[in-house]
């Protein structure tokens, strides 16, 4: 399973003709946007322990998919479910003749050819740097923690564990937790002044979360999510009630992971478990 599947194309990106080099606008000269590759210019950037090559368009650093895919992530997309592709939405863009025609240079004269030996063409597809460093590290927080299932006030992601009984997922943003809004019930009207939008990224790992303890996609499928900070929850329990980190290590039939023989490895899943909130 490639990274293609991750992916959302531009619309017409790359079938129109050749922009003009430069474009005239009124006294200015606008270079087009693959200007830089036209005169040669890229870079090399690290993204988890590689070095991968960027070119530029209107200014802006951007990689080749086959690139990133070769060298990084076949390590995870041969691991991980297609389940977990709709919790990201990457934008891409099809390269320009003269794109490839600067790809192909750099796989063949400073790379001795590490990307493969089929030539990059127009059918290929390029994505911001920021959003492959974004979509690594995603990655990377799937894979580690369907694998090892452990938890540290460092992750980005997982569950908080309530009186050992109600378990709701979390993500981290700006250094605070906030969970979905959607899990509590009760006198929740405070809760919904209190409630911030959750969006992009930080989003994708709640969703991710979401699909680990088997949640109903509808509840999460929309491209915002309504949330609230923990510490904010907390404020709403009772003295003495305990909240801890927490992973599940049950085995039930929600299939994220898939080992390298090709068998499912499964993780727990829940049904959606609605936390009661009373003010005290």
Not at 217 to 241: H, M, Q, R, W
């Amino acid at each position: 399973m490639g990274i293609l599947n991750f992916l959302t194309r531009k619309p017409g990106a790359g079938a129109a003709p050749e922009p003009a080099r430069p474009t005239a606008d009124g006294d200015k000269k606008t270079p087009a946007p693959d200007e830089s590759s036209w005169k040669g210019h890229f870079g090399w950037d690290m993204l988890g322990k590689c070095h991968i090559p960027y070119i530029y368009r209107s200014g802006e650093k951007y990689v080749a998919v086959r690139m990133v895919e070769i060298k990084l992530l076949n390590k995870y997309l041969n691991y991980l479910h297609a389940d977990i592709y709709s919790c990201t939405c990457i934008r891409s863009y099809y390269i320009t003749e003269i794109e490839a025609r600067l790809l192909n240079e750099i796989n063949n004269r400073h790379c001795d050819g590490q990307f493969g030996r089929e030539p990059f063409t127009q059918k290929d597809l390029v994505v911001r740097l920021s959003d492959a460093y974004e979509f690594y590290n995603f990655l990377d927080v799937c894979y580690n923690k369907l694998l090892r299932g452990t938890t540290n006030n460092k992750d980005k992601c997982g569950f908080i564990r309530i009186n050992k009984e109600s378990v709701v997922p979390y993500t981290v943003r700006d250094n605070q937790k906030f969970v979905p809004l959607f899990y509590f019930e009760g006198e929740t009207d405070n809760l919904k002044l209190k409630a911030d939008q959750l969006k992009g990224w930080d989003l994708s790992y709640l969703k991710f979360c979401c699909k680990v303890q088997g949640i109903r996609n509808e509840l999460f499928a929309s491209e915002t999510c309504s949330v609230i900070s923990l510490s904010d929850i907390k404020s709403y329990f009772p003295p003495g009630t305990e909240f801890e980190e927490y992973w599940p290590n049950k085995v039930v039939d929600s299939q994220l992971l898939i080992s390298a023989k090709g068998e499912n490895i499964f993780i727990m899943s829940y049904e959606v478990l609605i936390v009661q909130i009373n003010q005290y």
